[in-house]
């Protein structure tokens, strides 16, 4: 009922609009209006304007996310509503809509699929890669499984680097960060090699100091950052109807020390900006991941028809290093210390080819096909000194995992007139994966976990349609509705001690969206407003959370849970001085049934008792709230111009983005576990010449210096002598300068 509420007031909100749109066109000021550019997304694997593409989405260009010092995925999801990430050691995860794949479980696929180029990133370490020249980044929320194909489940992102350009370019900037004591230095070359060649290469390093402070290392401000970038491209352009681009990409990502902090349990979060962790004998704290990606897609253009082909290669290997806080809340050092280590190994090569009708005719088409095969390793170490048990030992666990995919898809855009049309879609995807676990004890008087082999296989068939009923209602309007269904593979337990054949394999998850949505251009151009009503519902929703009476993860599949919810956007020039980009979001994400969930910290013991198995068992925590996801989300971005003296223009940028509360611990502590809602504010003060050849910025973040956290969990005893709350602290306020010239 609340959906078709919802769907009658944007049908009429489209009405009213268009009415202002008529008005607007009749009426002749005399004055010309400045007009919004047009943003060009490939989100329905054809270049289209964004106005046009039937999808809620949110899309930010390169420019914008240099001028906002964006450096990663995590920054950028402050200005897109309904997009979050959970911040931990280990692995970092995107949620949209209220769904993502927990982190704890390091094997699982994302349930929010990654595209950089073209090439399917699947992996959570791949989503944690730095920003660097890029064209742009598009967020697609809710299924879309029928075109970008498995485990987009709950959405889909597509990050396009910057290709060559057709005259000759350059720029470097460089940025020294006051609060990080440290610097960012990047640029890019661009442009014709020979008459058919062109090329671009662009760099980028960067080296800052943290935002803790270490006590077990003098102080140590952490956690360090150390980056290295480079991604070279090459264009071939023939005889009209072929061309070929590849991109090579190199990363080095280096993070030293730890992110996390101790606290109370028994109080709201309030962390302090302060820890106290020493090496162990798994090594330095901190993450080392070294990545490739290569990319190849050309097109050939047979008649009318173009028949498109990627060919991806991605390749990565890391190695995290996690210890936890040895203070207890009162700031005394804790004797006891518990370290994790967790390399890992990836490569993955994957082949798409897709055959594109031409548009303009009564019926347009997409055919396609797509094959990847890809090999996972991971090692995970486990030591403990705990001196209530006088017990010191060290654990290890090796996990392997082979897969292989292919899938056939096709979408058909069928036109019953001008301004009305209907869009099927539909993609079938096998899956077939095995796997292997082992643990052992590596020294120590006994095993303080179980130590367990466990072997499984996989082999999936799934489909998932949609189907969109687009209505131009106006030259400047149009208005969709879509139905859609995603699915994200089963899987194994990749990284919990005692995992056996029985508890090694979680079943497949899939999900069905609603959608209606409107998206209408105003005021000659100067104005976009968009506006988007969603249900989205999960069944065998996979989950792993912390059990902190067992000291272990519980990973599994929730029996089902649902996000309803509204997502709106504007950009709006009001004058030559003047322009306002905004966009917010509600959502209602709940447990619709979740049957043997581990106990919530709100529950009373005759509720759920978590050393009662029966209890656990019967336990469900269905109508509960989803952790990690706020109800309201949302920013503002002003923007202002002046023309100065001498040629000189001022460019001032102020961002406000905020989020209401959400609890980020898995047992949902109304205590510790909840992050209070907060707004942070970042600006930016630019001065450049017209022809912007050179420039010099002021840019501050999180300027009202917001402490919040990306997740929080208990660290219990004997683990630790004393009990206490671990917070993983996201950065305060920053203030950086910076400095650019183009060439």
């Known amino acids: 009922m609340k959906s078709g509420i919802s769907t009658l007031a944007l049908v009429m909100a489209l009405s009213a609009l268009s009415g202002v749109s008529n008005a607007q066109e009749a009426a002749d000021t005399g004055e010309e209006t400045r007009k919004l550019a047009t943003v060009t997304v490939t989100a329905q694997k054809r270049e289209e304007s964004l106005q046009d593409v039937p999808i809620s989405m949110e899309v930010m260009s390169g420019d914008a996310l240099a001028d906002l010092q964006v450096n990663d995925f995590q920054d950028m999801t402050r200005y ?7 911040l931990t050691a280990g692995n970092n995860v995107v949620y949209i809509r209220g769904f993502g794949s927990p982190a704890a479980n390091f094997s699982f696929d994302q349930a929010v699929s990654l595209y950089i180029d073209g090439v399917y990133a699947g992996k959570s370490r ?3 890669g730095p920003f660097f020249d890029l064209e742009r980044v598009e967020v697609l929320r809710g299924p879309q499984g029928a075109l970008f194909g498995k485990n987009t489940a709950a959405g889909a992102v597509s990050i396009v680097s910057a290709g060559p350009t057709d005259t000759f370019e350059g720029a470097v900037k460089g940025v020294y960060n006051f609060d990080l004591e440290g610097y960012e230095l990047s640029g890019h070359v661009s442009g014709p090699i020979t008459d058919r060649i062109s090329g671009r290469l662009a760099v980028k390093q960067l080296d800052q100091d943290g935002w803790i402070s ?23 352009e023939g005889e009209g109807d072929f061309d070929y681009t590849v991109k090579a990409e190199f990363g080095d990502n280096r993070r030293i020390g730890g992110m996390n902090v101790s606290g109370r349990l028994d109080i709201p979060q309030n962390p302090d900006l302060t820890r106290y962790s020493v090496d162990s004998v798994v090594g330095e704290e ?16 047979i008649g009318d028809y173009t028949l498109t082909s990627v060919t991806g290669y991605s390749w990565f290997r890391a190695d995290i290093n996690n210890y936890f806080d040895q203070q207890s ?13 967790y390399p890992e190994h990836f490569r993955q090569v994957s082949q798409e080819l897709r055959l594109l009708s031409p548009t303009g005719r009564k019926f347009e088409y997409i055919i396609g096909g797509y094959y990847d095969s890809s090999r996972y390793l991971l090692t995970q170490f486990g030591g403990f000194n705990i001196a209530a048990l006088n017990y010191e030992g060290l654990g290890r666990s090796d996990f392997s995992q082979f897969s292989k995919s292919y899938s056939l898809f096709a979408q058909g855009t069928y036109h019953f007139s001008d301004t009305l049309r209907a869009i099927g879609s539909l993609r079938y995807t096998n899956t077939e994966k095995r796997a292997g676990f082992d643990g052992e004890l590596i020294y120590g008087p006994y095993p303080l976990r179980p130590l367990t082999k466990a072997d499984g296989s996989i082999s999936e068939d799934g489909v998932d349609p949609s189907i969109t009923l687009q209505w131009d209602v106006h030259p400047n309007a149009m208005a969709y509705v879509t139905y859609g269904r995603g699915s994200k593979s089963g899987g194994f337990v990749g990284n919990t001690y005692g995992t056996v054949d029985a508890t090694f394999t979680y079943d497949p998850e899939k999900s069905e969206s609603f959608e209606a949505g409107v998206k209408s251009t105003l005021l ?33 599949n929730a029996a089902s849970a649902k996000s309803t919810g509204v997502e709106a ?20 994400a709940k447990y619709e049934d979740y049957p043997g969930a581990a106990c919530l910290a709100s529950q009373p013991l005759t509720e759920c008792n978590p050393a009662d198995p029966t209890s656990v068992a019967q336990n469900n925590i269905g109508g509960r709230p989803l952790p990690y996801i706020s109800d309201f989300s949302g ?10 003296w001498s040629d000189l223009v001022f460019d001032g940028i102020l961002a406000v983005t905020g989020r209401s509360e959400y609890f980020d611990s898995d047992n949902q502590s109304p205590t510790y576990g909840l992050q209070k809602g907060f707004a942070k504010v970042d600006l930016r003060l630019q001065v450049a010449p017209q022809d912007e050849r050179w420039h010099v910025a002021l840019v501050g973040k999180n300027l009202t210096d917001e402490i919040t956290t990306g997740s929080a969990f208990n660290l219990p005893a004997p683990i630790t002598s004393v009990p206490r709350a671990i917070f993983y602290v996201e950065p305060p306020r920053t203030i950086a300068l910076e400095a650019g010239l183009r060439f």
């Open 214 to 236: 270490n006590l077990g290392k003098g102080g140590q401000k952490e956690p360090q950052v150390e980056q290295f970038l480079a991604r070279a491209t090459l264009r071939y």
């Open 126 to 128: 791949q989503t944690q």
């Open 569 to 588: 956007s504007l950009a709006w020039i009001i004058s030559h001085q003047f322009s306002v980009n905004a966009s917010a979001a509600y959502q209602d």
């Open 80 to 86: 897109v509503p309904n997009v979050a990430v959970q």
């Open 524 to 556: 000659n151009g100067a104005l976009v407003l968009n506006g988007a009503v969603y249900e989205t519902s999960f069944k065998d929703l996979q989950t792993s959370v912390y059990d902190p009476n067992l000291s272990t993860y519980i990973t599994g």
């Open 329 to 341: 809340p009162d700031g005394t050092i804790v004797p006891n210390s518990v370290y994790n280590s």
């Open 635 to 644: 920013n503002v971005q002003l923007n202002y111009t002046q023309d100065l």
């Open 286 to 301: 901190g993450t080392e991941a070294t990545s490739w990606l290569v990319s190849g897609t050309g097109n050939w253009d």
